[in-house]
């Protein structure tokens, strides 16, 4: 592998953790404007995926695990950035209230670590035929 591919793949991990990071200050944010529907929707859509791989699934209980965690963090992501963009300003004003700092630039932080990890997965799969470099790299 090139080396330019490499540091690419390198700072998409770096961007990884900045959007999980991002999405953590949206979820205390989401928590402190007292959003009830943010915090229990995801919940519920885990609850409805562990249940349909559970019944789908070989092993029901690896099924209904995988189901959960991964229903709920896709739920959760995906209400925590709509929610983030939807109530922006209103959280600014709560955040700036409390002593926080502005929530906006976490939102602008957020959709430039996520549109650089699809950028990344784009350039992958052109240099690599995958969307993850492990494979050209021998593993």
Same mark, same amino acid.
């Given at each position: 592998?090139?080396?330019?591919?490499?540091?690419?793949?390198?700072? +998409?991990?770096?961007?990884?953790? =900045?959007?999980?990071?991002? %999405?953590?200050? $949206?979820?205390?944010?989401?928590?402190? =404007?007292?959003?009830?529907?943010?915090?229990? &929707? #995801?919940?519920?859509?885990?609850?409805?995926? +562990?249940?349909?791989?559970?019944?789908?699934?070989?092993? #029901?209980? /690896?099924?209904?695990? *995988? @189901? /959960?965690?991964? =229903?709920?963090?896709? $739920?959760?992501? /995906?209400?925590?950035?709509?929610?983030?963009?939807?109530?922006?300003?209103?959280?600014?004003?709560?955040?700036?209230?409390? =002593?926080? @700092?502005?929530?906006?630039?976490?939102?602008?932080? %957020?959709?430039?670590?996520?549109?650089?990890?699809? &950028? *990344?997965?784009?350039?992958?799969?052109? +240099?690599?035929?995958?969307?993850?470099?492990?494979?050209?790299?021998?593993?």
């Amino acid at each position: 592998m090139q080396f330019w591919l490499i540091a690419l793949n390198v700072f +998409a991990v770096f961007a990884l953790a =900045g959007a999980l990071t991002c %999405w953590v200050l $949206a979820l205390i944010a989401i928590h402190h =404007g007292k959003m009830r529907s943010a915090e229990w &929707v #995801p919940i519920v859509a885990g609850i409805v995926l +562990a249940t349909r791989f559970a019944m789908t699934c070989d092993t #029901p209980v /690896l099924g209904a695990v *995988v @189901g /959960l965690v991964g =229903g709920w963090f896709a $739920a959760s992501m /995906l209400i925590a950035y709509v929610y983030g963009w939807a109530r922006s300003s209103a959280f600014d004003r709560s955040e700036v209230h409390d =002593g926080s @700092g502005r929530f906006a630039p976490v939102m602008l932080v %957020w959709t430039g670590c996520v549109l650089f990890v699809g &950028v *990344v997965a784009l350039v992958n799969q052109a +240099a690599t035929d995958t969307f993850t470099p492990l494979k050209a790299a021998g593993f």
